[in-house]
């Protein structure tokens, strides 16, 4: 006989925690009071639907499994955003996990109970209900690591993260199944049980405060690349200003120079001496392209980082070509435009300036390509950077506040659904940045 009150306490947390799986990792398409309507509709169907199958067909296997795997892709496709193909394949993925926990884990519990499969699957037991316990804990702590990971609360390309947030979570769980099957084998012996019951919970203990501190060590780094980003709008901030200050006596000594040399013009145009004059036309226009001209587009962030990079650029001796056709309007975010064309431009500039090129110059565009923004910063190369330093880390020796400005571009561009990708060809150093416009609207 079943145990109602066990199993429908069951099918209730698997509804929860695989609907809310699903909405964490795709994320709602509507608001938040909308998202957790559906969220908690799919959730009364999904029990609903187990419920049924578990008290009225409970041998009929395949026919429960793709009745719920259905209701998933219908609260995927309809209800949650993300690519298409992701959301498809989304519910087969987290019913694959469920069959292979599921089974494995009674297979072994049979192996090493001597009970049949029937008696651990479909009758209320003791052994059963520790089979399904740790059964969803182990599916639970498999779909929290997928949605960490999607998420990007770590990167799984540091040793200490995989070992922190997958291997020992993994040694935790472990060391719970030999626990179980120890007390299985030993018949439930008091002094054995106590002492199994210590070494899980001081497991469990050691591998929640291990998490608890590779977490916050990582928020703390977010945090202080927050702070670096701040910091990077301020000095954006006083450059531009300082630059506007100088633009703006640059342009009260264009307007002297000009009556001057105008008044020169015509008076030696009134004397019939067109050859000085058009000497003197051509010397200005050569003195004042060689000033350069000011970036003025619809956007002003753009026009302000762009002038104050093209600045930096000019004290270095750097020329800089500019392409732009995309205003970047787009980003819900200013400061981050900000940041990402002036850590591109700021890495150009540093390369630029401690190698010795012969016409240094920095061609920078912004353009439209289908639903896609893409900005790219070129600049000449010397010889191969990838194959020098791969990973592009710094070579200041203030590694601290340096180092940061591609892992920055990076973490904002998949923020607006893109990417950032780094080549070289014919000796140049390209960077390009691709932003989902579909993201802003």
């Known amino acids: 006989m079943f145990n109602y009150g066990f199993e429908l306490a069951v099918n209730f947390a698997q509804s929860v925690y695989l609907i809310g799986f699903f909405l964490a990792f795709l994320g709602g398409k509507y608001s938040r009071k909308r998202n957790i309507a559906m969220c908690s509709l799919f959730i009364a169907l999904n029990f609903t639907v187990l419920t049924y199958f578990t008290f009225n067909n409970p041998y009929v296997v395949m026919i429960d499994m793709l009745t719920v795997v259905i209701l998933h892709e219908v609260y995927c496709l309809t209800c949650l955003k993300g690519e298409l193909a992701i959301k498809i394949i989304l519910p087969f993925v987290a019913s694959l996990i469920n069959t292979i926990i599921s089974y494995g884990v009674l297979y072994l519990t049979s192996f090493v109970t001597g009970l ?56 935790a769980m472990a060391i719970l199944y030999i626990t179980f099957y120890i007390m299985i084998l030993t018949n439930y012996q008091s002094n054995l049980i106590i002492l199994l019951l210590i070494i899980c919970a001081a497991m469990i203990l050691v591998a929640g405060m291990v998490w608890f501190m590779i977490a916050r060590i990582n928020r703390d780094n977010r945090i202080s690349t927050k702070l670096l980003l701040s910091e990077q709008r301020a000095d954006l901030y006083e450059k531009n200003i300082i630059t506007s200050n100088k633009q703006i006596e640059n342009t009260a000594k264009i307007r002297h120079d000009m009556k001057n040399n105008i008044a020169c013009i015509d008076n030696l145009i009134v004397e019939s001496k067109y050859d000085e004059a058009h000497k003197i036309c051509q010397e200005l226009t050569d003195k004042y392209s060689s000033i350069g001209s000011v970036v003025n587009t619809e956007n002003y962030l753009l026009n302000a980082v762009l002038n104050v990079e093209i600045e930096k650029a000019r004290c270095n001796e750097i020329s800089v070509k500019l392409s732009i056709a995309n205003d970047m309007k787009m980003f819900s975010n200013g400061s981050d435009m900000i940041s990402v064309i002036g850590n591109i431009f700021d890495n150009a500039i540093s390369y630029l300036s401690e190698n010795k090129i012969e016409n240094k110059e920095i061609i920078f565009s912004t353009e439209h390509k289908g639903d896609y923004s893409v900005i790219k910063c070129k600049n000449k190369i010397i010889d191969s950077v990838l194959s020098k330093n791969p990973l592009l880390h710094t070579d200041k020796a203030d590694k601290k506040n340096h180092g940061k400005g591609i892992s920055i571009v990076k973490s904002i561009a998949q923020k607006y659904g893109g990417d950032v990708v780094i080549s070289e060809k014919n000796n140049e150093f390209i960077v390009s940045v691709v932003l989902d416009n579909r993201i802003f609207t």
């Not at 316990?133 to 929290?144: A, C, D, E, H, K």
């Not at 997928?146 to 291997?167: E, G, H, P, Q």
Request: hydrophobic share 55%; glycine share 2%; charged share 15%.
């Open 116 to 171: 049949s499969l029937e008696e651990l699957g479909l009758q209320s037991s003791f052994f059963r209900y520790l089979c399904v316990v740790l059964v969803n804990l182990t599916i639970l702590v498999t779909l929290l690591l997928m949605w960490r990971t999607k998420a990007k609360v770590y990167s799984l390309k540091k040793v200490s993260n995989i070992i922190a947030f997958i291997a020992i979570p993994v040694l």
